[in-house]
């Protein structure tokens, strides 16, 4: 009993379609592996761009106060000798700085003014329901004890201007404050005194979370598809907020103690980058777990500040459309080695259609019919040869 044929271009179909499988399942292992890899290359940048101009309207409102501040250094230094002048130069400087909210200038422990208490500083701030209404008075010792504030020794000992830690606002005791400060010198060079501009970070809670919006709002597919919402936030050196959409967290919440990871390494290094006021690039960016769920951590520093900006991103979200744009070129090259895998069966089926018509004259001739006709092949090619080594067989089995 004959066993079943199985047609050379079945067979040989069947073959090419294994290993197109094989390269298909490898094509798509890179494509899944690189792609994704682009992916959060490319979404590491979109962030830090949208992080830099952030930043950049924070550093430009920063540089405000210090030239309101700054510009009124030299007037100050020239008129020590009249205290009276320098509630008006704290009311033009509150004045001239549209995101000051209040300015002070405290001096050093019983200065010269003979006059004056203990404790002087001459204060003006803005009032809260109307920023327009500017108010001026002397503060002395009944009103506030600075003497042996850390920020103040550290300014007359460093001898130099910096921004200070974020505090609350000793009148309402919510609005978080920062403070660039400068010391004031005498004509002997010695520092007198520590002039100080408070800026009010509420403005900048709102603009991050207007960033934000603006972000999600670009990305309303991801953000409905696959709850991808990015959520940032300032924060200072220490990892406490500066901003966030939950005022409860900030100068309570703290961004570090919130980090964890399976083993504890990827933080550490994280937190290490970002202390050490490094810019994440498309490359180098934090994979850790925040609030319970796994996302990457974009950041930059802000100029002239010990602040950061940090931005988080969930991973499902930007992994996810890794998967879709390297699922969709798998599926691509999937159909087009399909289309191919159909394309080689048809021509080989036509190219081996010459050789069942061979096989069938041979079986004709060795059944005794030696005139059986030889069909013609049109190309010269093993086939060809094939056929004329059947006709040669043919004619000496005739004249046999």
Same mark, same amino acid.
């Given at each position: 009993?004959?066993?079943?044929?199985? /047609?050379?271009?079945?067979?040989?179909?069947?073959?090419?379609?294994?290993?197109?499988?094989?390269?298909?399942?490898?094509?798509?292992?890179?494509?899944?592996?690189?792609?994704?890899?682009?992916?959060?290359?490319? @979404? #590491?940048?979109?962030?830090?761009?949208?992080?830099?101009?952030?930043?950049?309207?924070?550093?430009?409102?920063?540089? !405000?106060?210090?030239?309101?501040?700054?510009?009124?250094?030299?007037?100050?230094?020239?008129?020590?000798?009249? =205290?009276?002048?320098?509630?008006?130069?704290?009311?033009?400087?509150?004045?001239?700085? %549209?995101?000051?909210? #209040?300015?002070?200038?405290?001096?050093?422990?019983?200065?010269?003014?003979?006059?004056?208490?203990?404790?002087?500083? /001459?204060?003006?701030?803005?009032?809260?329901?109307?920023?327009?209404?500017?108010?001026?008075?002397?503060?002395?010792?009944?009103?506030?004890?600075?003497? %042996?504030?850390?920020?103040?020794?550290?300014?007359?000992?460093?001898?130099?201007?910096?921004?200070?830690? /974020?505090?609350?606002?000793?009148?309402?005791?919510?609005?978080?404050?920062?403070?660039?400060?400068? /010391?004031?010198? !005498? *004509?002997?060079?010695?520092?007198?005194?520590?002039?100080?501009?408070?800026?009010?970070?509420?403005?900048?809670?709102?603009?991050?979370?207007?960033?934000?919006?603006?972000?999600?709002?670009? #990305?309303?597919?991801?953000?409905?598809?696959?709850?991808?919402?990015? @959520?940032?936030?300032?924060?200072? $050196?220490?990892?406490?907020?500066?901003? $966030?959409?939950?005022?409860?967290?900030?100068?309570?919440?703290?961004?570090?103690?919130?980090?964890?990871?399976?083993?504890?390494?990827?933080?550490?290094?994280?937190?290490? *980058?970002?202390?050490?006021?490094?810019? #994440?690039?498309?490359?180098?960016?934090?994979?850790?777990?925040?609030?319970?769920?796994?996302?990457?951590?974009?950041?930059?520093?802000?100029? @002239?500040?010990?602040?950061?900006?940090?931005?988080?991103?969930?991973?499902?979200?930007?992994?996810?459309?890794?998967?879709?744009?390297?699922? %969709?070129?798998?599926?691509?090259?999937?159909?087009?080695?399909?289309?191919?895998?159909?394309?080689? $069966?048809?021509?080989?089926?036509?190219?081996?259609? =010459?050789?069942?018509?061979?096989?069938?004259?041979?079986?004709? +001739?060795?059944?005794?019919?030696?005139?059986?006709?030889? =069909?013609?092949?049109? $190309?010269?090619?093993?086939?060809?040869?094939?056929?004329?080594? +059947?006709?040669?067989?043919?004619?000496?089995?005739?004249?046999?």
């Amino acid at each position: 009993m004959d066993k079943k044929r199985i /047609p050379i271009a079945r067979r040989l179909t069947g073959r090419i379609m294994i290993w197109m499988v094989f390269v298909v399942l490898g094509l798509s292992y890179i494509l899944f592996h690189y792609e994704g890899k682009a992916v959060r290359e490319s @979404y #590491s940048e979109i962030y830090r761009n949208k992080m830099l101009i952030t930043t950049e309207y924070t550093r430009r409102v920063i540089s !405000d106060v210090y030239v309101a501040v700054t510009h009124n250094i030299y007037y100050i230094e020239h008129t020590l000798d009249k =205290p009276d002048l320098h509630k008006g130069t704290m009311e033009r400087i509150v004045k001239s700085g %549209t995101r000051v909210r #209040s300015c002070g200038i405290s001096f050093i422990e019983d200065y010269y003014y003979p006059q004056k208490e203990r404790h002087f500083c /001459p204060f003006a701030w803005r009032n809260i329901t109307n920023p327009d209404v500017i108010y001026s008075q002397d503060m002395g010792d009944a009103d506030l004890d600075y003497l %042996t504030a850390d920020w103040f020794l550290d300014i007359l000992k460093s001898d130099s201007a910096q921004w200070s830690e /974020p505090f609350y606002d000793g009148y309402d005791n919510k609005t978080a404050l920062s403070a660039y400060m400068v /010391p004031i010198h !005498d *004509q002997e060079g010695r520092v007198v005194a520590v002039l100080g501009a408070d800026v009010s970070l509420d403005w900048l809670t709102n603009k991050i979370i207007e960033t934000d919006s603006v972000i999600n709002q670009n #990305s309303m597919f991801l953000a409905n598809k696959f709850k991808m919402k990015s @959520y940032s936030f300032i924060i200072n $050196h220490d990892g406490s907020y500066l901003t $966030h959409s939950d005022e409860s967290n900030i100068l309570k919440g703290n961004f570090y103690s919130q980090l964890a990871s399976s083993n504890g390494s990827d933080v550490k290094a994280l937190v290490k *980058q970002m202390e050490a006021g490094v810019a #994440s690039d498309n490359k180098s960016f934090g994979h850790c777990v925040f609030n319970g769920e796994e996302c990457y951590i974009f950041y930059i520093p802000v100029k @002239y500040t010990r602040w950061l900006m940090v931005t988080v991103v969930p991973c499902h979200a930007i992994d996810m459309l890794g998967y879709i744009k390297a699922g %969709t070129v798998t599926i691509l090259i999937l159909l087009a080695m399909l289309l191919l895998l159909v394309v080689i $069966h048809y021509y080989m089926k036509n190219a081996i259609e =010459p050789l069942k018509q061979l096989t069938q004259v041979t079986d004709d +001739i060795n059944n005794g019919h030696f005139d059986t006709p030889i =069909p013609e092949l049109k $190309h010269n090619d093993e086939l060809s040869q094939l056929r004329d080594s +059947i006709q040669e067989m043919q004619f000496k089995l005739s004249n046999t």
